[in-house]
């Protein structure tokens, strides 16, 4: 075989192994991706577009109790004959405690009682009195806000001493009645039977029998939650339930702070519950609260995983259309939906009902 043969052989053999080598990778190069394994594409599925109504919610801790915190101030002398237990609720009209046999009645009002209701008096004292009155059913309508103490008072003031059991003078001295804004729960009492009662010391601590839950809202979300405002309470056992924004605070307080941490500044928010039953008698327990702090009734909604961020800015959805043909269009972001995973997007080329690209799950 000749020298110009033999090389010739060589070159076709070089040239059918170097084409069969890049057929193999073209063919490599040609194989669509794998989603799953240690391939890099990730895999993918598509979402709908709805048309539907959002929420922004702020989702924190808080505290589920009662409202209010009064201490009962005894002003009779003698000796505790009878007292109060931890848990009992004392109804307007009913005996708080006694002293030497005589009892201390509980009246609706905010002003304390500073001396003995009489005939003749007038003022904010006899006031409360005449519309406490009225509320237990002892005195007329008429009575309803009157500043004055006269015979209709005092009629009314025999009924109720009647009801209690005592001389029925006409007369409260200012030792035998205490006025709260409400029906007491007790939560503490200080004083023992038999214990030496004096004036000016403490018998009790107490709550309404409202129940509230007080959020410590970080100060720097004070803005974004109003009176009114709805909110989900979530309770001890998972339950959940409804309930409104009462009051926001405007002083923002520091908690104590452990070594070497700065305290966040916080506000007290109080929510009430819609429905009080629901929240059971649990004193001092740990909720969540999630505030809804803003809504729209009829958005473009889509899930927020199909968001794609646009190398110049602003952002993108992919939407695949009927023919399986896939194109980015940019959106404008609005209201986002934490609690659904959604946000609210606006743009010429999206449509309810469209289907876009989302990350697997």
């Not at 939650?225 to 709805?230: A, M, R, T």
């Not at 889509?302 to 602003?314: I, M, T, Y």
Request: proline share 5%.
């Amino acid at each position: 075989m000749s020298r110009t043969r033999v090389v010739l052989i060589v070159v076709i053999v070089i040239a059918v192994i170097g084409g069969v080598i890049g057929g193999i990778e073209l063919f490599a190069k040609a194989k669509p991706a794998k989603a799953a394994g240690g391939d890099s594409v990730a895999a993918t599925s598509t979402a709908t577009i709805e048309q539907r109504a959002l929420t922004a919610q702020t989702n924190v801790s808080a505290t589920l109790g009662y409202a209010g915190s009064y201490s009962i101030v005894n002003q009779a002398v003698g000796s505790f004959s009878e007292l109060p237990s931890v848990g009992d609720v004392i109804a307007p009209g009913q005996v708080l405690y006694e002293v030497g046999g005589v009892p201390v009645v509980l009246l609706t009002g905010s002003t304390p009682a500073y001396r003995t209701l009489v005939a003749g008096i007038s003022g904010p004292d006899a006031q409360e009195l005449n519309n406490a009155l009225v509320a237990l059913g002892y005195g007329a309508a008429a009575l309803q806000g009157s500043a004055n103490f006269g015979a209709a008072t005092a009629a009314a003031v025999v009924k109720l001493q009647a009801h209690l059991g005592i001389a029925q003078t006409g007369v409260l001295a200012v030792d035998q009645v205490l006025f709260l804004p409400t029906a007491a729960r007790i939560t503490a009492v200080s004083a023992a039977l038999g214990m030496p009662a004096q004036a000016g010391a403490a018998v009790a601590t107490a709550t309404s029998t409202t129940r509230r839950v007080v959020v410590a809202l970080d100060a720097t979300e004070q803005a974004n939650v109003k009176v009114g405002d709805q909110v989900t309470i979530t309770l001890p056992d998972t339950s959940t339930t409804p309930g409104v924004v009462t009051t926001v605070g405007t002083v923002a307080t520091a908690p104590s702070s452990e070594q070497g941490q700065t305290p966040t500044p916080t506000i007290e928010v109080d929510v009430t519950p819609t429905d009080p039953a629901a929240t059971g008698t649990l004193d001092q327990a740990p909720v969540l609260v999630a505030i809804t702090t803003a809504s729209v009734t009829d958005a473009l909604a889509a899930p927020v995983p199909a968001l794609l961020a646009l190398a110049g800015g602003g952002y993108a959805v992919e939407v695949v259309a009927s023919d399986g043909t896939h194109q980015l269009v940019g959106v404008t972001l609005g209201l986002f939906d934490d609690a659904d995973g959604l946000v609210q997007i606006t743009g010429s080329a999206v449509h309810a009902g469209e289907h876009v690209v989302v990350p697997a799950s």
